[in-house]
């Protein structure tokens, strides 16, 4: 989806100069602050969360600082649209990967990844289970940084208003589109774009959730299905006997199955992320001493159905796998 050049523009201004505000108080409030955290965690025996917190929030915003001033170095000195691609998509994954690494030291985290050579060598889909804001961290850490995997994201536009994400995410291939829109015509055609001409480096990376899984949400997306004509009863079964997962939607990942027709899929689950859903739960300390737990599963090209309803059912038996692969971990 392309956007008109004011709404980008007000958009830029205004995230841009508060990364700034932000970035200058830094410097005269970090210190005091986190002594105030300390404070603060110390009365309530919080494990240091409030201050791991404040922490985590400076790191964040050094990181967009430099990431800003590396993208803007990067197309002032990029030597060609390939050379300026090429450096870009390591840029995507090196601030992510930041981020994640501050994190785990921050909050004494660990991420286990079990088969992660399964997303070696492209081109590639990557499904992804979505709970926590967190772990749109994990493919850039697991499966970018090991493999040099270019990763295309299909991502909700709100993220846009991350400065760093906004200027390097519309240099590279990247749909961010509207949650909850009932046009979703031009959504699912940028989708479907990200899936073309992808060379045996690139991969496209979707949450067929498409957005954060909480019970309340499971159950009304269950009811929306049950009340849909035009879902089938095997749809409907399969969507039920999910408990941890939301079932996926289908028009973006059936787009991408036919715009990448010599794309292997993989599989992306994750535990341990599950308590840290918002701003507050980090400050309660949700995530201190978390186990991340990543599983990857590669299904080849020659064992995804051609026809629709077959591939539906595929996916269906897929995301199952990946419900009873949380329901294991606890």
């Known amino acids: 989806m392309t956007e008109g050049t004011g709404p980008w523009l007000l958009r830029r201004a205004v995230s841009l100069s508060a990364l700034a505000i932000a970035l200058t108080a830094l410097v005269p409030l970090g210190l005091p602050l986190l002594l105030l955290a300390a404070v ?8 240091l969360a409030l201050t791991r917190t404040v922490a985590m929030f400076a790191v964040w915003i050094v990181c967009e600082a430099v990431g800003v001033l590396v993208a803007v170095f990067i197309r002032v000195t990029a030597r060609s649209r390939d050379d300026e691609l090429t450096r870009t998509f390591a840029l995507q994954w090196r601030w992510a990967s930041a981020l994640l690494d501050a994190a785990c030291a921050l909050f004494s985290m660990r991420v286990d990844v079990r088969d992660g050579e399964c997303a070696r060598g492209g081109p590639v889909l990557v499904f992804a289970r979505h709970v926590s804001v967190a772990d749109t961290l994990l493919a850039a850490a697991c499966l970018s940084r090991p493999y040099r995997l270019r990763l295309r994201y299909v991502l909700k536009r709100e993220l846009l208003w991350d400065p760093c994400l906004d200027l390097v995410g519309h240099r590279i291939p990247n749909a961010f589109v509207r949650r909850n829109a009932r046009d979703t015509a031009g959504d699912v055609a940028a989708v479907r774009a990200l899936g073309e001409h992808l060379g045996p480096d690139d991969g496209v990376l979707i949450y067929p959730e498409g957005t954060r899984a909480t019970p309340a949400l499971r159950a009304k997306v269950l009811a929306k299905l049950d009340a849909s004509p035009t ?4 749809q409907r079964a399969a969507a039920h006997r999910l408990a941890h997962v939301l079932p996926p939607r289908l028009e973006g990942v059936l787009a991408l ?40 599963w590669r299904c080849p090209r020659a064992e995804i159905p051609a026809e629709r309803e077959a591939r539906i059912a595929w996916l269906s038996t897929w995301w199952q796998r990946i419900d009873e692969h949380v329901g294991a971990q606890g």
């Open 40 to 47: 603060v965690d110390a009365v309530l025996c919080a494990r």
């Open 231 to 234: 879902v089938s009863d095997a």
């Open 257 to 296: 199955l036919d715009a990448a027709p010599g794309a292997d899929v993989v599989f992306l689950s994750h535990t341990g992320f599950d308590r840290v859903r918002s701003l507050a739960d980090l400050r309660r300390g949700a995530l201190v001493g978390a186990h991340i737990r990543v599983q990857l």
